[in-house]
């Protein structure tokens, strides 16, 4: 793994979390059912990918392929029903259990043995999540809950399958996905009347945006990253997100919630400048006849 391309991937990686943390301010804006926004915006990223890459497409139907369309699938469509469920700070927290669940995956499946600064960065990053939702957290609702883990679990598979596919092309498994979140949502969409002229714009931005243009980076930076990194730099996601309620809605957090936030940046920088120091050169042992 070239240092530029990893440097480059880890750029990609933040920009597509800079995308996703956009969905809690524009999904409160589309007025439909979750499950109707969670079909619209798959088959507006859908229609959008397949756009924009020109027919440079290629559909293997592999099982790798194709599971990593249904875990894509089931992180989508699973996240919108544990936000319904349970509390959305619940529902955040709990999908991103995803790195414990990609270094037990990884080092299965990928031979990607999670280091010891891996499970630092874990640790903390869970650590600081916890403290960023103490004030919202409820351990009442335990279907939410436990559908809320299932999404950690399709987030974890996802990025490890992606990750398999890293000499091939992970975006076709992307698109896949994207049309059976879309499949999965036609039932709500048909059974709601038709958003508002602000909700159809927000779930425009919800589809091109927050899922076809950070899915584009993404597929590009999991060639280049250990598929642990692909689901432990995105933590700064769901601490980006009320940032911009702060900024649009004036919603202000409070002091845990910011020493938490504080403590994932903080995890995230560490494992990203880590992973970022230069490998010293093996030294080249004389040979004597």
Known sequence: MHAREHRTALGQLLFAALCWSLGGLLIKAVDWPPLAVAGGRGFIAAVFLIV??????????????????????????????????????????????????????????????????????????????????ADRLDLTNLLGNAVGIFSGICFAV?????????????????????LLACALGVPAML????????????????GIVQLGVSYHFYARAIRHLTALEAVLVPVIEPILNPLWVFLVLGERPGHFA?????LVLLAVTARSWWSLRPTPAPSLARTTA
Not at 159 to 178: H, Y
Request: glycine share 12%; aromatic share 8%; charged share 10%.
């Open 52 to 133: 924009t890459t020109r027919g440079r497409l290629r559909f293997t139907w592999s099982p790798v392929q194709l599971g990593a369309a249904v875990a894509y699938a089931g992180c989508t469509a699973t996240f919108v029903l544990a936000t319904k469920l349970t509390t959305a700070a619940n529902a955040v927290l709990l999908q991103y259990t995803a790195p414990v669940w990609v270094a037990l995956l990884g080092a299965w499946l990928l031979h990607e043995r999670p280091t010891r600064a891996d499970f630092f960065a874990i640790l903390a990053a869970l650590g600081g999540m916890g403290l960023f939702f």
């Open 191 to 206: 059974g709601a009347p038709l958003p508002s002229a602000t909700g159809a714009g927000a779930l425009v931005l919800l």
């Open 158 to 178: 996802m990025a490890v399958l992606l990750r398999k596919q890293k000499d091939g092309s992970p975006l076709e498994s992307i698109i896949l996905g994207n």
């Open 258 to 262: 910011l020493a938490g936030g504080a």
